[in-house]
Structure formats: structure tokens, C-alpha cells
Nanobody, 122 residues
């Protein structure tokens, strides 16, 4: 059974930092890419960042580039998202996802976590 369990969300203030973690288990060996997406209230889910298994390829949404960093520990089957200089517009539920290719397209990720809520107050 595939499980992706996110943690680390919370309420922070404008300019603060937060680190999200995702623990994966039961993923098929062919699964290589990990990603973070987010969904704000009343908005569609949007891509945040993705990383390849080798960690040699990382991709970021323009809105978070330079502020967020995605990383992974293959030995521990975890992926993290370090979020710095948080803004109120970063408020959303953040979901971890796993797939076969590194892409910003949500439909290419068959495995998803339930999400962790991040609220940034102004």
C-alpha cells in the first residue's frame, strides 16, 4: 500500500520560514520523481517544486524560485520542502506527490498525500 504522509505545516507570519516533510512508503521501484503541489482556498492545485531520484534535476514554480528548496533523502524515502521568506499568498494545503517523471503536470503523478496546511499571516 502506497502512503505519502506530509508533516510540518502550521501558522507562521509573513517573512518566516517553514520546513515540510513527506514520508513515502510502498512506492513501486519505478517511481523516481517526487514533487510538491499546493492548493489555496478557492483555487486550483498548482505545481510548487519537483526533484528527480538522483537529485540532479530540480524544478520550481516561478512564484517560489529563490525562496523554496526541495530536497530528498532516498535512504529514508523522504522529500522535504524548505520554505523561506513566506508570503500570505503562499497560504495553501501542500501535497506531496510521487511519479515516474519529473514534471509540473499534476496528472502525471499517480500517488498523492493528504496534505499539510500552511497559513501565512500578514
Amino acid at each position: 500500500q502506497v502512503q505519502l504522509i506530509e508533516s510540518g505545516g502550521g501558522l507562521v507570519q509573513d517573512g518566516d520560514s517553514l520546513r515540510l516533510s513527506c514520508a513515502a512508503s510502498g512506492l513501486p521501484s519505478s517511481t523516481s520523481s517526487m514533487a510538491w503541489f499546493r492548493q489555496a482556498p478557492g483555487k486550483e492545485r498548482e505545481f510548487v517544486a519537483a526533484i528527480s531520484r538522483s537529485r540532479s534535476s530540480t524544478y520550481y514554480a516561478d512564484s517560489v524560485k529563490g525562496r523554496f528548496t526541495i530536497s530528498r533523502d532516498n535512504a529514508k524515502n523522504t522529500v522535504a520542502l524548505q520554505m523561506n521568506s513566506l508570503k500570505p499568498e503562499d497560504t495553501a494545503v501542500y501535497h506531496c506527490a510521487a511519479g515516474l517523471v519529473v514534471t509540473a503536470e499534476a496528472r502525471r503523478y499517480p500517488y498523492w498525500g493528504q496534505g499539510t496546511r500552511v497559513t501565512v499571516s500578514s
